[in-house]
């Protein structure tokens, strides 16, 4: 009994230690969580952690916006390349050599 | 690997595009899209000589599958629908040939972002401009594709069908033969790594 009392605690203060380490997280060990919160869902002392880490780390704050800026940009680029009656101006071009290996390509 | 062909297609059927006309003419695809689709390869590939094989591969494989479109959607999504095909072939061909990132050695290009305590070191600075409207300048679409050029293959792809297909990460586990953990890892070094050379090359603000 008295054993088994003793594993609880030390497990206890295993976690609670690990929770401690996750509520002082660096910015390089926040944004691995940022990044993995966009794929699964976090433990909750992990996004606790990080969603307190945001409020007081402007640069972290960027770093959130700035990948949320790029994703929206490029999936609207995609999806405007996916209509022709978006088609850009601007960008890269096929080269008049590879468009011509091309047109011979497919006549036969 | 058939879940991913299925996922592809179904994002591909869009209902609201009118019936098309039938008896495509090939040469006119690639007057009338072959740029667009260049772009989409290379958003993902970011070689340009690899963007214009997937081009060709794309058109040769529509001229060859021509009778099986039905007109069910525009001319330019059934296009797309096969690029991306042949995107996933070329990642496949691309990562079994290539070793594998040593994912439990520190990323040097992230360590660098920070001290010794883990802050970040000139951190993310303000962006000059916004990202959407960045791609209206030619330059821009430059310094993106050597950005994501500069990516290894593996993170490259992770990166692309992440952020630019919303894939669901697990067909990118399959695609790219990796587990979730060591998906999750790849997306964040991606994901930081070129966040921080287009803040290097385009975003930063000189003030
Ligand atoms: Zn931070």
Redesign the interface.
Known sequence: MVSQYRLGKSQYLKRLLHIWHLLNAPCSEITESISRAQETELPFWERLAYKLHLLYCSACRRYVRHLEALRVALRRIAGELRDPSADAPVGPKLSAAARERIRRELRY | MPGNLDYIARVSDDPHTPVNQSAPD??QW?A?????????A??HVAD?SVA?DL??ET??GA?KARESFAGRS????WL?GILKHKICDHVRRKTRRQPEEDLAAADEL??D??NQ????SG?????RG???S?????EF??VL?RCLEALPERLRAAFAQ?????TP?EEICKLLDVT?TN??TL??RA??R??AC??RNW?RSTD
């Not at chain 2, 009338?32 to 989409?40: E, K, P, Q, V």
């Not at chain 2, 525009?74 to 999504?77: E, F, I, L, N, Q």
């Not at chain 2, 960045?134 to 030619?138: M, R």
């Open positions: 090939p040469e690639l009338d899209h072959g740029d667009a689709l260049f772009r989409y290379l958003l340009r214009e081009v060709q058109l040769l001229l525009s001319t330019r999504t797309t992230i360590a972002q920070f305590h883990g802050l970040w951190g993310p600075r303000k962006w916004d990202p959407s960045a791609f209206d300048n030619a679409w430059d594709t992440r952020e630019i297909e919303a990460t979730a998906l999750w997306l964040h994901r930081t070129l966040r287009l803040e975003f």
